[in-house]
């Protein structure tokens, strides 16, 4: 890995010449809410952001996805989409953002490739940034996970006073570098301490912690203990913690329509919602609050470890921060740890 | 301040009823100013009660979401009351279903607090930022005491309230079977002020106004879910023959589904405010709904949830009402 390091003052015109290749989609404040948008001038981007409300898994796997389009009647055909092709940029990123990406790798490219994530996956680079201070719901670090990793972006800036150290992970990475190459100048031992103790502030800062030793096991155990009832009797039923969760996947598939015309579209589902299970006969083997609250437990920490070897949480605490009724999947997850 | 100590006394009570299944309250969530609604069944749960300004959630939406699954066999039908604690914008909630013929008084028993406002988490958490330890909070006539390990901070009630407090009119519960403290007095009156200037904007930039908060929204429903009052048994937005409203998330179905929910709840609201409070894009619904709010005060004098012998503003004629703005 190589480490290099750009002036603070120099980010703008950095970006400026990516954008002349890239659409470059980063953090923007809008009326305090912070979202990833794609962005046409550099000054559109907040960098004093703690996370994203909605994740950026927004970017590769969109709300809503055009499929295909097509013409009914006499006349009918399917006309092909072909919106995958632009170079993208994610500016901004986090590390278990990034994390969730390599996680979602595993869907999406397994038995069957999905054409949708993976050909965005493969056109986009991500341009990470460390956390300097955590939000108050992170627990990263106990996800094998670290506010300041760049284990799964192509390049990461980790923010060391006047400037930014630049860690390239990836021949992705080192080639976009070297396209603005007189921007970077090579770290020095001084610019790799500092990055060091950058680490271990932000780290130190993280005070949640969530324990997975055995998870999967024991949630084998559990799967009709009374715990679920019990957690699900609060629960609203609302979509804010997987519409919110960077690494939850699931989707519907409408045909949307007029008299001639229509397109098929996959828009993002939750597990939380009766209908994300709801037979066309009528019957829903997931009936009540409680199936549901256990079916995002399960998937995340019992099915998801047992699929790909890796928990489908990155740490993030969206979930806990925005939950409106303050179900928080640490406390649940020590509370199915303590079941007897 | 609440006498905690009484509530903790008719909450037992309440529970050791040999007709009553659990009594919904709060107590303290898992970090920071969170609480969390909590399900009594027992009285040994009774200490884990609390009730503080920052007990903001209306808990009426838990009888309306309460599910009927399909009864076993040789199991007896579940004819127990729930127990549940209200504040007075809460308590016009259960007033309002009952007037719709949704809740009936006999299911329930409610413990009243007259309320003197609550704490907005959104202010509270900018004042204190970044809080994973609990805190104590209680209230004195004009200031919120926040009680930390190492400090005691007294802060004016007027820098922390909801703002939609401030403007109550119905701080004591309408209908209560035991009400805890005094009620209290109060001569607060709606001024509608947001919404008279609001208003007086162009079209095109209350327009835009609107579509820049539209745009945000992620369609996950939680303003419907967190809602007394929204408790269709399926939903418009869910319907699928005829689809009312497409899934595709684009400003056009955005804003469909938003004035959609808000026009629901016209003459029903009752401005507990908390479909804004769960929003995670901040869009400000309250204002929505205060509008219609204002409408229907203006145009048949009405206001919801108050007497549940009333009938429901839109189930009933009279001959005078306002037609003006038929077109």
């Known amino acids: ?340 | 301040m609440v006498d905690q100590k009484k509530l903790r006394e008719e909450a037992k009570k309440i529970i050791e009823r040999e007709d009553v299944k659990y009594l919904i309250g709060w107590e303290k969530g898992t970090y920071g100013f969170q609480m969390t609604p909590l399900f009594l069944t027992s009285s040994d749960d009774v200490n884990r009660l609390v009730f503080n300004p920052l007990c903001i959630h209306n808990l009426v939406v838990f009888p309306m979401l309460e599910e009927k699954l399909p009864l076993g066999k040789d199991k007896p039908e579940d004819n127990k009351k729930i127990g549940i604690i209200v504040k007075g914008c809460d308590s016009r909630a259960i007033v309002q279903i009952m007037q719709e013929k949704g809740l009936k008084k006999d299911n329930l028993v409610i413990i009243g607090i007259p309320c003197n406002g609550v704490i907005d988490p959104k202010k509270i958490s900018k004042r204190f930022p970044q809080k994973t330890k609990t805190f104590d909070v209680e209230e004195d006539d004009n200031n919120f005491i926040i009680k930390t390990d190492e400090k005691t901070y007294k802060i004016p009630k007027d820098e922390l309230v909801l703002d939609k407090c401030k403007t109550c009119e119905f701080p004591n519960p309408v209908i209560y079977d035991v009400l805890i403290g005094k009620e209290i007095k109060t001569s607060a009156k709606s001024d509608y002020k947001e919404i008279t200037s609001f208003e007086k904007k162009r079209l095109e930039e209350k327009w835009k106004y609107w579509e820049r908060q539209f745009e945000k929204c992620i369609r996950c429903y939680a303003c419907r879910d967190v809602c007394p009052l929204c408790y269709c048994k399926e939903c418009m937005v869910d319907q699928l023959k005829p689809q009312w409203v497409r899934r595709s998330v684009n400003i056009s179905e955005n804003t469909a589904w938003n004035i959609m929910r808000a026009l629901h709840l016209a003459g029903r609201c009752v401005d507990c405010g908390e479909c804004e409070r769960v929003c995670p894009v901040g869009i400000p619904l309250t204002k929505l709904n205060k509008k219609l709010e204002k409408d229907v005060l203006e145009l048949f004098n009405y206001k919801p949830g108050i007497n549940a012998e009333n009938k429901p503003l839109l189930s009933i004629f009279k001959p005078d009402d306002a037609e003006d703005f038929i077109l």
């Open chain 1, 1 to 340: 890995m190589d480490n290099l390091v750009l002036p603070k003052n120099r980010l703008k015109h950095f970006i400026d010449k990516i954008k002349e290749d890239y659409s470059i989609f980063a953090p923007v404040n809008i009326d305090n809410i912070i979202l990833y948008r794609q962005i046409k001038n550099f000054s559109e981007i907040d960098l004093n952001f703690l996370n994203s409300k909605v994740p950026p898994k927004s970017i590769l796997f969109k709300q809503t996805e055009t499929m295909f389009k097509f013409k009914l009647g006499a006349k009918a055909k399917v006309e092909s989409i072909d919106s995958q092709n632009s170079k993208n940029i994610i500016f901004g990123i986090r590390p278990c953002d990034a994390k969730s990406f390599s996680i979602l790798d595993n869907v999406f490219s397994d038995e069957y490739i999905d054409p949708y994530f993976v050909k965005k996956r493969e056109n986009t680079i991500l341009i990470g940034l460390s956390c300097i201070k955590p939000d108050v719901n992170c627990f990263c670090t106990s996800m094998n996970g670290s506010p300041t990793s760049a284990d799964d972006v192509d390049i990461l800036l980790t923010d060391i006073g006047d400037k930014y150290f630049v860690e390239i992970n990836s021949k992705k990475g080192s080639d976009l570098v070297k396209t603005v190459k007189g921007e970077f100048s090579n770290a020095t031992v001084s610019d790799k301490k500092k990055k060091q103790e950058v680490e271990k502030k932000s780290k130190d800062a993280i005070t949640r912690n969530m324990k997975t030793e055995n998870i999967v096991n024991k949630l084998d155990e559990i799967f009709d203990h009374e715990l679920w009832k019990k957690t699900s009797l609060k629960c609203l039923g609302c979509g804010i913690c997987t519409f919110e969760c960077p690494t939850c996947h699931c989707f519907d598939i409408q045909d949307e329509t007029t008299l001639r015309d229509g397109a098929r579209v996959r828009i993002w589902d939750t597990c939380m919602n009766p209908e994300y299970t709801l037979h066309a006969s009528g019957h829903n083997p997931r009936p009540s609050r409680e199936n549901r609250i256990r079916n995002r437990i399960y998937h995340k920490f019992n099915y998801y470890p047992k699929n790909y070897n890796v928990i489908a949480c990155v740490g993030c605490g969206r979930c806990i921060n925005d939950c409106p009724v303050n179900i928080d999947i640490i406390d649940v997850i020590d509370q199915a740890r303590e079941v007897k």
